[in-house]
């Protein structure tokens, strides 16, 4: 079946650190997301992507930046992490030409924890 | 602008009984109203969807919501529980067209009792 994957699913890093979150789709989708989920506080969006020349920041997009590398690649990547960082990271895409219009579909979710 | 409070962050009920998860809205604009399931260490599954057709969606594994415009709400129902409905569930608002805008709700952890 068609998906969206990301690596890694866990990661431990120190403050300070540069990291990368990369996320790979099979679906064949244009539009791509980043997003973070903190206890309590629902799905914040980071940054989206409607196709590889289009790049908007989302919500909460400071500390952040990202790369749409091709139509299935799209990877998030902290410059110098910091402990408020520590959350679940997700990825989703979207295809609204489907006739599913903006159903989105997520990833399994990156684990970071930020010493 | 725009908003979506979800009424209750735990909500227990005993396996076989009905099950109500409640959420509230605000937009300026016609909205698309989702609900999405996160079972534990997965990511979000779409349930069901609300976009200007039927008010009353039904999507997957029995779940379905009312649409209701005078009340700003669109509240999740299923008849009877089970225990693999355990899982946490989040509300969903954007503008019809612009899922840049989306906005999520904080989510209720829905807890099935044997």
């Known amino acids: 079946d068609a998906d969206v994957t990301q690596t890694p699913r866990n990661r431990i890093t120190k403050t300070g650190k540069r990291i990368m979150l990369e996320c790979s789709q099979t679906?064949?989708?244009?539009?791509m997301y980043w997003y973070r989920q903190d206890p309590g506080l629902g799905l914040r969006l980071i940054y989206y992507?409607?196709?590889?020349?289009?790049?908007n920041k989302g919500e909460i997009s400071d500390g952040y930046s990202v790369s749409r590398q091709a139509q299935a690649k799209f990877s998030l990547s902290l410059e110098s992490a910091i402990p408020n960082q520590t959350a679940l990271y997700f990825c989703?895409?979207?295809?609204?030409?489907?006739?599913?219009?903006?159903?989105?579909?997520f990833g399994p979710g990156t684990r970071l924890t930020v010493l | 602008a725009q908003s979506v409070t979800q009424l209750d962050s735990h909500v227990s009920v005993s396996e076989g009984t009905p099950v109500l998860l409640r959420c509230n809205y605000s937009?300026?604009?016609?909205?698309?109203l989702f609900w999405y399931v996160q079972h534990p260490n997965k990511g979000l599954q779409l349930l069901l969807k609300y976009t200007s057709a039927a008010t009353l969606v039904k999507g997957i594994n029995g779940f379905e919501a009312e649409f209701k415009k005078s009340e700003t709400s669109f509240h999740l129902t299923k008849p009877s529980a089970h225990m693999s409905d355990a899982a946490e569930y989040f509300c969903?608002?954007?503008?019809?067209?612009?899922?840049?805008?989306?906005?999520f709700g904080k989510g209720t952890r829905l807890h099935i009792l044997p």
């Open positions: 969903v608002v954007s503008p019809w067209g612009r899922d840049d805008k989306i906005i």
């Open positions: 989703a895409t979207s295809d609204p030409t489907s006739g599913r219009a903006y159903e989105q579909f």
């Open positions: 992507s409607f196709d590889v020349k289009d790049i």
């Open positions: 937009s300026s604009y016609s909205p698309s």
């Open positions: 679906k064949g989708h244009d539009r």
